[in-house]
């Protein structure tokens, strides 16, 4: 048999490592009982559909899906792993220095609504990342404060999503409309184009996207 070419094996050993590394995430329940390579599968979407060259932020990462997997597996991207738990934040980080991605991918612990009014990550993203963070109005109302115009959030979807999970005059208000819905790899991927600068009003005040939602998906 042929050696397997250096590049090849070094591709096969970083994969090796986040599966490794989710397989933690799942021991520790940060990531539910559906096995990681179909987890991992389920994310390919999500790796293609944030732009080239893009700065994304993936919001709730928790066990590092897809976060962790679009960092892994799109070299020309940096971006940010936001977690609000002390615990997810800490593993998080040491995935990011054992996957060897911590020159170009960062963590921070906190809420999204408060990173939203933070000048530092305000209108400074090129795409958002969603998935099982919220219901749509609080995915939309934490995503748009940290999107630059041209950057689009992407959300994960049920199989057959209602188009009035996502009302236009509501998305409007926060710079957003809906862009096209993708099926890829088992997984449903709403994306949404940040059109205009989100006002500044938005996000609340912490905790009041959740409690008071801008809208009830249908």
Do not use: N
């Not at 999500?46 to 928790?62: C, K």
């Not at 609000?84 to 960062?106: C, G, K, N, Q, Y």
């Amino acid at each position: 048999m042929a050696p397997e070419p250096c590049g090849d094996r070094a591709r096969a050993d970083d994969e090796s490592r986040l599966e490794e590394r989710l397989r933690v995430a799942q021991d520790l329940g940060f990531l539910g009982a559906t096995p990681v390579a179909e987890q991992i599968l389920h994310s390919r979407a999500f790796v293609s559909l944030v732009p080239p060259g893009a700065r994304f932020v993936d919001l709730g990462s928790g066990g590092g899906v897809p976060g962790l997997v679009v960092a892994c597996r799109r070299s020309d991207l940096t971006g940010v792993l936001l977690d609000a738990t002390e615990r997810r934040a800490s593993f998080l980080d040491r995935a990011v220095r054992e996957l060897r991605i911590d020159d170009r991918i960062e963590v921070a612990l906190g809420r999204a609504e408060s990173y939203g009014r933070d000048p530092g990550f305000r209108h400074s993203f090129d795409a958002v990342l969603a998935r099982s963070f919220g219901r749509p109005a609080v995915s939309a109302e934490c995503a748009a404060p940290l999107l630059q115009v041209g950057g689009v959030l992407l959300v994960s979807e049920p199989p057959d999503p209602s188009p009035t999970r996502w009302p236009p005059a509501a998305l409007a208000e926060l710079g957003l409309a809906r862009g096209r819905l993708v099926r890829e790899a088992g997984a449903t991927i709403q994306v949404l184009e940040q059109l205009s600068p989100c006002p500044e009003h938005w996000p609340r005040a912490t905790g009041k996207p959740q409690r008071s939602p801008l809208w009830e998906a249908g």
